[in-house]
């Protein structure tokens, strides 16, 4: 399947990259530092390929001994990703900047050391109908116009992004990273196949935000 500049084939396993109460929507952006022998091995050979990963997170607690000597079961949905921007330090770690490309669910794991790999599939249909969300799009620009929020710089960003051309569903989506930092609000949003289900989660977001600023403006 292709994504923007990047193809993916489902046939193959895709590294995975679990971390805790870490979870990234697809169009959205994730800076991380590589600092752990498996992940830079991990990055290194993803970088030799296609810069592919499947960013995911954990079904649970998981304790230090499990973190880094077991393999700590992991919730099924998760996000593609590719990475967009990297920069390997003297010592041997890694500055990535992950992009978010699609909706997977895990199939199966295949066994591979000294990091994980495993087979997807993706949930979403492709391409999505960008003309049914016409309404969505007019009520989030609305909303991220509002006065109390246009002075915040990633709303700018969303703003620009929308002028730009970006479609509806990557403007819920990155909003969606922007007004719900909570990391289970987030996998319930990665989980949600509906965009306008997205929408509609993602506008009383703004509306909490909004008011909550508004609040302290008053104050």
């Not at 973190?67 to 890694?94: E, H, Q, T, V």
């Not at 929408?199 to 508004?214: D, G, H, M, P, W």
Request: aromatic fraction near 10%; include cysteine.
């Amino acid at each position: 399947m292709q994504f923007g500049d990047v193809t993916i084939d489902f046939r193959k396993s895709l590294p995975v990259f679990p971390l805790p109460d870490s979870v990234l929507l697809p169009s959205g952006q994730m800076p991380l530092h590589i600092f752990e022998p498996r992940y830079r091995a991990m990055t290194s050979e993803a970088l030799d390929s296609f810069g592919l990963i499947a960013m995911g997170t954990f079904d649970g607690p998981v304790s230090q001994e499990e973190y880094w000597n077991g393999f700590p079961p992991l919730r099924p949905s998760m996000c593609a990703a590719s990475i967009r921007d990297w920069k390997k330090l003297p010592d041997g770690r890694y500055l990535i900047v992950l992009l978010g490309l699609c909706r997977v669910r895990l199939l199966k794991e295949e066994p591979n050391e000294p990091y994980r790999r495993a087979f997807f599939e993706p949930t979403e249909p492709d391409p999505v109908d960008q003309s049914k969300l016409s309404v969505e799009r007019a009520e989030l620009l609305q909303l991220l116009s509002d006065p109390y929020l246009r002075g915040i710089e990633d709303v700018r960003d969303l703003r620009s992004d929308a002028d730009a051309g970006a479609e509806t569903t990557a403007l819920i989506d990155r909003s969606i990273m922007v007004f719900a930092p909570d990391a289970e609000l987030r996998y319930k949003m990665l989980e949600e196949i509906s965009p306008q289900q997205r929408a509609t989660f993602l506008f009383k977001q703004i509306e909490s935000v909004r008011e909550l600023i508004q609040r302290r403006s008053q104050n």
